[in-house]
């Protein structure tokens, strides 16, 4: 990360204000997800103005966060009394002052504008002559509107939003650095539990990631800051805050691979390290009764599979505050009571605590309706379906479940997206296998985690997708879609290992013809790419080492040795691109494609393999233009491709460091620029090239240029649905090619 000193320049020429920032909670008018995301963060916020929050210098930035919030969720008359109420108590406030100008000129109240304008400039002038006043001031100003980036709504893409963090906790330090000497012992406190709360934040991102080594970085630094508050701080409220956000930073799920105790917390904090519980009893000291500490609490007891006591401290949670701010203690507590339903085998015990598990679902989500509240709520239904005694009930169940995992893509801000498709996956089993299928493979695409990946992959996917393969009497169209699953998420996860050594498990069970039968097809029908070319023949090493029967090893011997004929012959190498056959008909109505695609000749054999046949399988049924493969013979070239721009719904620019020297693609480009708004186009980066400043008005970037690409996919596809399309992968595989009901709005391509 860039050092913090980075930053100090901006705080010389501040602009203030919170409503001007770029953040995602300022970006025009809110979206359904993005306004339910709003009110969840504002009824979390409130409280503490006038609780944890209320005699700290803090509580300013606090304050003019939930004004933004209330500015931006149309309730403009209280974020104004909390602006004015910033002022009251903090004179030189610069962003309440800047947003109480802003608020007002926007209501066409210019006179009352143009006074916190001038009050504003007054203070300005006034803070020049006195440089340690001025310094104080301005640093308060940028720490505000980092604590504010700090808060800002989700965003769907991980890596992004561990790239915004990671800015955030940088502008945090600088202004930190920036005020040195003259800051207040209480402020220095306040700003550094922030920070170390930013870290714990941090962290878990780079967790999601599966970034272990900067996940343990960012628990070492969140230790760091908070070691200020918990070492010596007077006021009480404050240290146990701090010992909570420690106990936070230092959850996690007891099946990850141990890692290495870092340098700060093995020399001051070892032992909580071990047992993060002794964070939580040392907060609960302090302040007995804390709703937040016993819920945080709870949710450790539950991730160490210490159900009853988790329940223990979540029902004393919630005791202390029924409200709203404690939904993570009703979404906890119903978890629990799910798997202690799981656990038993009491027909009476089992229902009683499928009951309280619903009951406590339904509040959290009445609180907080988001994702995980409302899959939680399918999860038990699939559980009560599981275990129902008539076929009625088993049915019932079953719907309920399915409509609830529906609803929790339909509200999809991008949070544990993996699980809500492989619970949906596992509640499909049963009712259509092959749509089940394709939302295990979302599952695994849309997750950093190895261990789940592996998880998803040798216990649901490649047997049930075998398996459906033999009950269908091994029809090719089946054939090929497992074929080209197979050798993608070898690529994407960079090794075989995974794949193939769970198809040599599978082998020694049942399924060796049908395994064989697979890599014949990969054999004769895959490119000889190097990437793709080296995790098959990786692939032929592990399963040498499985048990084939006579006849069936001769049969793997005689593949491996043509899949090593054709890398080695020129005359294959030679060959040209295969066709890739698109779908008849675009899903965006009104077109004729639903991309098209504008790329330079190095990467012709990218969005061959890659980009055309993951965008054009059944499962996606997208169908591109690509103009070494669309443009008709005879008709000239540039002509028929400005046409096809203008019939296609999207464009896809193909974004490398060649790009800007290609003459034809910035020639497409201007065409499609003048065709297409910037809302219909995005550009796929399989480099580190900057982007050239006029193309930076594309805000859609999916970035293909690192390891962990397989999630970019289900965006990209997402984005290229029409909004009418269904959100996910349902009950036939009609409906797994009519995904992303989240999608941008549909185009009509003749208006363009």
């Given at each position: 990360?860039?050092?913090?000193?980075?930053?100090?320049?901006?705080?010389?020429?501040?602009?203030?204000?919170?409503?001007?920032?770029?953040?995602?909670?300022?970006?025009?008018?809110?979206?359904?997800?993005?306004?339910?995301?709003?009110?969840?963060?504002l009824?979390?916020?409130i409280?503490?103005?006038?609780?944890?929050?209320?005699?700290?210098?803090?509580?300013?930035?606090?304050?003019?966060?939930?004004?933004?919030?209330?500015?931006?969720?149309?309730?403009?008359?209280?974020?104004?009394?909390?602006?004015?109420?910033?002022?009251?108590?903090?004179?030189?406030?610069?962003?309440?002052i800047?947003?109480?100008?802003?608020?007002?000129?926007?209501l066409?109240?210019?006179?009352?504008s143009?006074?916190?304008?001038?009050?504003l400039?007054?203070?300005?002038?006034?803070?020049?002559?006195?440089?340690?006043?001025?310094?104080?001031?301005?640093?308060?100003?940028?720490?505000?509107?980092?604590?504010?980036?700090?808060?800002?709504?989700?965003?769907?893409?991980?890596?992004?939003?561990?790239?915004?963090?990671?800015?955030?906790?940088?502008?945090?330090?600088?202004?930190?650095?920036?005020?040195?000497?003259?800051?207040?012992?209480?402020?220095?406190?306040?700003?550094?539990?922030?920070?170390?709360?930013?870290?714990?934040?941090?962290?878990?991102?780079?967790?999601?990631?599966?970034?272990?080594?900067?996940?343990?970085?960012?628990?070492?630094?969140?230790?760091?800051?908070?070691?200020?508050?918990?070492?010596?701080?007077?006021?009480?409220?404050?240290?146990?805050?701090?010992?909570?956000?420690?106990?936070?930073?230092?959850?996690?799920?007891?099946?990850?691979?141990?890692?290495?105790?870092?340098?700060?917390?093995?020399?001051?904090?070892?032992?909580?390290?071990?047992?993060?519980?002794?964070?939580?009893?040392?907060?609960?000291?302090?302040?007995?009764?804390n709703?937040?500490?016993l819920?945080?609490?709870?949710?450790?007891?539950?991730?160490?599979?210490?159900?009853?006591?988790?329940?223990?401290?979540?029902?004393?949670?919630?005791?202390?505050?029924?409200?709203?701010?404690?939904?993570?203690?009703?979404?906890?507590?119903?978890?629990?009571?799910?798997?202690?339903?799981?656990n038993?085998?009491?027909?009476?015990?089992?229902?009683?605590?499928?009951r309280?598990?619903?009951?406590?679902?339904?509040?959290?989500?009445?609180?907080?309706?988001?994702?995980?509240?409302?899959?939680?709520?399918?999860?038990?239904?699939?559980?009560?379906?599981?275990?129902?005694?008539?076929?009625q009930?088993?049915?019932?169940?079953?719907?309920?479940?399915?409509?609830?995992?529906?609803?929790s893509?339909?509200?999809?801000?991008?949070?544990?997206?993996?699980?809500?498709h492989?619970?949906?996956?596992?509640?499909?089993?049963?009712?259509?296998?092959?749509?089940?299928?394709?939302?295990?493979?979302?599952?695994?695409?849309?997750?950093?985690?190895?261990?789940?990946?592996?998880?998803?992959?040798?216990?649901?996917l490649?047997?049930?997708?075998?398996?459906?393969?033999?009950?269908?009497?091994?029809?090719?169209?089946?054939?090929?879609e497992?074929?080209?699953?197979?050798?993608?998420?070898?690529?994407?996860?960079?090794?075989?290992?995974?794949?193939?050594?769970?198809?040599?498990?599978?082998?020694?069970?049942?399924?060796?013809?049908?395994?064989?039968?697979?890599?014949?097809?990969i054999?004769?029908?895959?490119?000889?790419?190097?990437?793709?070319?080296?995790?098959?023949?990786?692939?032929?090493?592990?399963?040498?080492?499985?048990?084939?029967?006579?006849?069936?090893?001769?049969?793997?011997?005689?593949?491996?040795?043509?899949?090593?004929?054709?890398?080695?012959?020129?005359?294959?190498?030679?060959?040209?691109?295969?066709?890739n056959?698109?779908?008849?008909?675009?899903?965006?109505?009104?077109?004729?494609?639903?991309?098209?695609?504008?790329?330079?000749?190095?990467?012709?054999?990218?969005?061959?393999y890659?980009?055309?046949?993951?965008?054009?399988?059944?499962?996606?049924?997208?169908?591109?233009?690509?103009?070494?493969?669309?443009?008709?013979?005879?008709?000239?070239?540039?002509?028929?491709?400005?046409?096809?721009?203008?019939?296609?719904?999207?464009?896809?620019i193909?974004?490398?460091?060649?790009?800007?020297?290609?003459?034809?693609?910035?020639?497409?480009f201007?065409?499609?620029?003048?065709?297409?708004p910037a809302?219909?186009?995005?550009?796929?980066k399989?480099?580190?090239?900057?982007?050239?400043?006029?193309?930076?008005?594309i805000?859609?970037?999916?970035?293909?240029?690192?390891?962990?690409?397989?999630?970019?996919?289900?965006?990209?596809?997402?984005?290229?649905?029409?909004?009418?399309?269904?959100?996910?992968?349902?009950?036939?595989?009609?409906?797994?090619?009519?995904?992303?009901?989240?999608?941008?709005?549909?185009?009509?391509?003749?208006?363009?």
């Amino acid at each position: 990360m860039a050092h913090a000193s980075a930053y100090i320049p901006d705080l010389d020429n501040l602009t203030p204000g919170l409503l001007d920032l770029p953040l995602a909670v300022n970006r025009g008018d809110l979206t359904g997800i993005q306004e339910a995301q709003a009110k969840r963060k504002l009824n979390r916020r409130i409280p503490l103005i006038t609780r944890e929050l209320k005699d700290r210098p803090i509580c300013h930035g606090n304050r003019n966060y939930v004004g933004m919030l209330h500015y931006r969720l149309q309730e403009k008359d209280k974020a104004i009394i909390c602006w004015e109420k910033t002022v009251e108590e903090d004179p030189t406030n610069l962003n309440a002052i800047k947003d109480l100008c802003t608020a007002y000129a926007k209501l066409g109240d210019h006179n009352e504008s143009s006074k916190w304008h001038t009050h504003l400039e007054d203070i300005q002038s006034k803070l020049s002559g006195k440089p340690d006043e001025e310094k104080l001031v301005n640093a308060r100003c940028q720490f505000e509107q980092a604590f504010a980036a700090c808060w800002d709504l989700h965003t769907q893409t991980w890596s992004k939003g561990i790239m915004q963090m990671e800015q955030t906790v940088e502008k945090l330090r600088a202004a930190l650095e920036y005020a040195g000497g003259v800051i207040s012992q209480d402020e220095k406190e306040d700003w550094c539990l922030a920070i170390g709360q930013a870290y714990e934040r941090l962290s878990h991102r780079h967790k999601r990631s599966n970034n272990i080594p900067q996940y343990i970085n960012s628990i070492d630094m969140a230790a760091q800051y908070l070691h200020l508050s918990m070492s010596s701080s007077k006021h009480t409220l404050h240290m146990a805050e701090a010992w909570g956000v420690l106990g936070n930073a230092l959850t996690y799920n007891p099946t990850d691979t141990p890692t290495s105790i870092p340098g700060f917390i093995d020399k001051k904090y070892n032992k909580y390290w071990h047992k993060p519980s002794l964070c939580y009893d040392k907060a609960l000291d302090l302040d007995p009764g804390n709703a937040w500490v016993l819920g945080n609490y709870g949710h450790l007891l539950y991730m160490q599979g210490e159900y009853s006591a988790a329940i223990k401290k979540l029902d004393e949670s919630i005791t202390n505050d029924p409200s709203a701010s404690s939904w993570f203690s009703y979404d906890i507590l119903s978890k629990a009571y799910t798997k202690l339903a799981r656990n038993t085998d009491d027909k009476c015990r089992q229902e009683r605590y499928q009951r309280l598990a619903t009951e406590y679902s339904q509040k959290a989500y009445s609180f907080n309706p988001n994702p995980r509240t409302k899959s939680q709520r399918g999860e038990i239904a699939l559980d009560m379906a599981k275990s129902s005694s008539t076929d009625q009930e088993k049915k019932y169940f079953s719907l309920q479940a399915l409509g609830h995992f529906t609803e929790s893509f339909e509200i999809q801000d991008g949070m544990d997206i993996s699980d809500a498709h492989f619970k949906q996956g596992k509640c499909l089993l049963d009712r259509d296998r092959w749509s089940a299928v394709q939302s295990f493979k979302m599952a695994i695409s849309t997750s950093c985690s190895r261990s789940y990946q592996e998880r998803i992959v040798s216990k649901y996917l490649l047997p049930n997708y075998l398996d459906h393969y033999k009950a269908e009497q091994k029809p090719k169209n089946l054939l090929a879609e497992l074929a080209f699953w197979i050798t993608d998420a070898c690529v994407q996860q960079q090794s075989a290992t995974l794949i193939f050594e769970n198809l040599g498990k599978l082998a020694q069970r049942k399924f060796q013809n049908e395994i064989l039968d697979v890599m014949e097809y990969i054999v004769l029908n895959q490119p000889t790419v190097i990437s793709v070319s080296g995790m098959i023949t990786a692939g032929f090493i592990i399963l040498r080492k499985t048990s084939f029967k006579r006849y069936n090893y001769k049969r793997l011997q005689n593949l491996e040795s043509q899949h090593n004929s054709r890398i080695h012959s020129s005359i294959f190498v030679s060959t040209s691109l295969p066709d890739n056959v698109p779908p008849e008909k675009a899903q965006n109505p009104n077109c004729e494609c639903d991309f098209y695609v504008i790329t330079p000749s190095e990467w012709t054999r990218w969005v061959q393999y890659n980009l055309l046949a993951g965008m054009e399988c059944d499962f996606y049924s997208l169908k591109g233009y690509y103009q070494e493969r669309d443009t008709p013979i005879g008709k000239m070239r540039l002509k028929s491709q400005a046409e096809a721009i203008k019939k296609s719904a999207y464009i896809l620019i193909i974004h490398s460091e060649s790009f800007s020297d290609h003459r034809e693609c910035q020639h497409l480009f201007e065409i499609a620029c003048q065709a297409k708004p910037a809302s219909r186009m995005a550009l796929l980066k399989l480099d580190n090239t900057a982007i050239a400043p006029h193309m930076a008005h594309i805000e859609q970037i999916f970035d293909f240029s690192g390891y962990q690409t397989t999630s970019r996919w289900f965006d990209l596809a997402k984005f290229l649905m029409p909004r009418s399309c269904t959100a996910t992968a349902t009950t036939t595989m009609t409906s797994t090619k009519n995904m992303a009901a989240t999608a941008t709005p549909v185009p009509n391509c003749d208006t363009d």
